[in-house]
């Protein structure tokens, strides 16, 4: 069946990069996604990028998808407190758009 | 501004009551969700909606009800039958006709905890 997974916990130091990972197993998704909980509140779409895309670069947001392995990425570059939050990552493959969504990776930011 | 309103943002329930958590929106949005976030897991989709007047079950429908009479509103009804109901419940709403493929649209969720 279809299944995302991705890492709880990630930590870094402020001013570093962020790699948060997530492995899909359904080859035949249409868009992918990455969205943003910030604590106590509902989750805003970050970003996403097609599955006949190899990358997508939006400001300090960097997308990686390898479709071979059914590997997706999400750098942030220059990790800054405010971007302390849960990222979940999500794909959708059916018509009816419906969502299958990793567990959500916590990245924790060290000053 | 456009966007969706959950409330109560907390509610507290005693055991066999049942609870109606509100959602509303304002972005003229066809299709509505209610999803369930618990630690160390994903959201996991309990009804959804793609018109008014109509609704499907998720994963995880046993124990809720939902009913969607207007299109702004999908209220969800967490019944004394849901045997584990303390979670955090999101609200969203989306059009698939737009943007990426169909973007959700979160409300800020309502945490529901069980006495």
């Known amino acids: 069946g279809e299944d995302v997974e991705q890492s709880l916990f990630l930590s870094v130091r402020e001013g570093d990069s962020s790699v948060i990972n997530c492995t899909y197993t359904d080859s035949s998704s249409t868009y992918l996604y990455w969205y943003k909980q910030e604590p106590g509140a509902g989750l805003q779409l970050l970003t996403y990028i097609f599955s006949n895309m190899d990358m997508k670069q939006d400001q300090r947001l960097t997308v990686l998808l390898n479709k071979k392995d059914k590997h997706l990425s999400l750098r942030i570059a220059d990790t800054q407190t405010g971007d302390s939050a849960i990222y979940f990552c999500a794909e959708s493959w059916d018509s009816n758009y419906q969502l299958i969504w990793g567990a959500g990776t916590k990245l924790i930011i060290k000053p | 501004d456009g966007g969706i309103t959950q409330s109560p943002k907390y509610l507290f329930r005693k055991e066999g009551q049942n609870v109606t958590l509100s959602c509303e929106q304002n972005l003229n949005h066809d299709a509505m969700y209610w999803y369930r976030q618990d630690p160390g897991q994903g959201l996991r989709l309990i009804y959804y909606s793609q018109i008014v007047n109509d609704f499907q079950k998720g994963d995880i429908a046993e124990g809720y009800s939902v009913s969607r009479e207007k299109k702004e509103s999908f209220p969800l009804t967490v019944t004394s039958a849901q045997k584990n109901p303390t979670a955090f419940y999101l609200c969203?709403?989306?059009?698939?006709?737009?943007?990426?493929?169909?973007?959700?649209?979160f409300g800020e969720g309502s945490r529901l905890t069980v006495l």
């Open positions: 969203a709403s989306s059009d698939p006709g737009q943007g990426a493929g169909g973007e959700l649209f």
